[in-house]
């Protein structure tokens, strides 16, 4: 992503904002269904956090933060829908094989603020220093709060492991 | 000295290639002699692994961009033709007739001022609700 899209989305350029839209809609809808376990829930987040940044991209001061800044929309958008939700609608979906649907459902076990840090650094590859960002919590934080949500992910992967299949030998 | 919350903190500086030199060597040091350290490192090893197959993308539905036409302009656009409406209804039910002779002048001037098509209009506007309706909307196509 260039930062020369960004600037001339943010100059009100509609060729701009529409590559801009195209290129980050399949990671937003990925990261959305990954972190709430619904992909009606993950259509809904998707389509609100590209509206928005159609809406607010020209007060973003640095250009160069869009990827930052886009996340941070997002995980409001992902917590607005968690508040929103009564009940747990997490489902594995149909496309996924087996070990990626016992990943799918384990991080779906962890508590959000787990599963969305083991999604930022995992699947999106962020820095600890853009976690940071994006969440607004101190670069220590995120570096022991991935410890121990990683360590929680092996163990629900393992325990779901053992139900589907049994204790190994 | 360096307490084990601090150790755990860099293993995850080094798993993610973000650690230092000098506080490489310092946990690797501390591993060499660590029972518990090396487990907690094989063990988030583990789960990075575990991960790996949701790398893989979700078949993605796809945006579909639509020209926005604001709510207040589509308001504003209903009521022009309403207004618009009811003044050639209200003109055509009461034509003025100061000032008309005979009745080709009447003819004449009712041929002049024919409303135009207000279907056309109202379609226009219903078009514009639904444009602002499905702008960014999503279609489904994963089935």
């Known amino acids: ?22 290129e980050w809609q399949p990671r937003l809808y990925n990261f959305a269904l990954k972190h709430l376990g619904n992909p009606d829930d993950a259509v809904d987040v998707t389509q609100q956090v590209l509206f928005i940044m159609s809406r607010q991209l020209k007060k973003l001061r640095e250009p160069s933060a869009f990827s930052v800044w886009l996340y941070s929309i997002a995980m409001n958008e992902i917590r607005k829908t968690w508040r929103k939700r009564r009940e747990e609608v997490a489902e594995v979906p149909d496309y996924m094989g087996e070990k990626e649907g016992l990943a799918f459902a384990a991080l779906q076990l962890l508590p959000p603020h787990q599963r969305e840090i083991i999604l930022l650094k995992e699947i999106e590859g962020f820095s600890v220093k853009e976690i940071s960002e994006i969440l607004s919590i101190p670069e220590g934080t995120v570096k022991s709060r991935l410890f121990y949500a990683l360590k929680a992910l092996r163990a629900q992967y393992l325990r779901l492991k053992e139900e589907a299949y049994g204790r190994p030998q | 000295m360096v307490d084990h919350s601090e150790y755990k903190r860099m293993i995850v500086e080094f798993l993610y290639g973000e650690i230092t030199p000098q506080r490489e060597s310092l946990l690797l040091r501390h ?3 660590c029972e518990e350290c090396r487990r907690e490192l094989r063990e988030i090893r583990q789960a990075r692994e575990i991960l ?6 979700a078949p993605s539905p796809r945006v579909v961009l639509k020209e926005r036409v604001s709510l207040p302009w589509a308001a504003a656009l209903f009521l022009l033709s309403f207004l618009f409406l009811l003044f050639n209804l209200i003109y055509r039910g009461l034509p003025r007739t100061e000032g008309l002779r005979n009745p080709s002048q009447i003819t004449e001037t009712l041929e002049i001022k024919e409303p135009p098509d207000f279907s056309v209009l109202l379609e226009d506007y219903e078009a514009y609700f639904l444009q602002e309706e499905d702008y960014l909307s999503i279609e489904d196509n994963r089935r």
């Open chain 2, 31 to 33: 591993l060499a002699q």
């Open chain 1, 1 to 22: 992503m260039s930062k020369e899209i960004v600037v001339k989305a943010k100059r009100g350029e509609k060729k701009a904002m529409e590559r801009l839209i195209r």
């Open chain 2, 52 to 57: 790996q197959p949701l790398r893989n993308p």
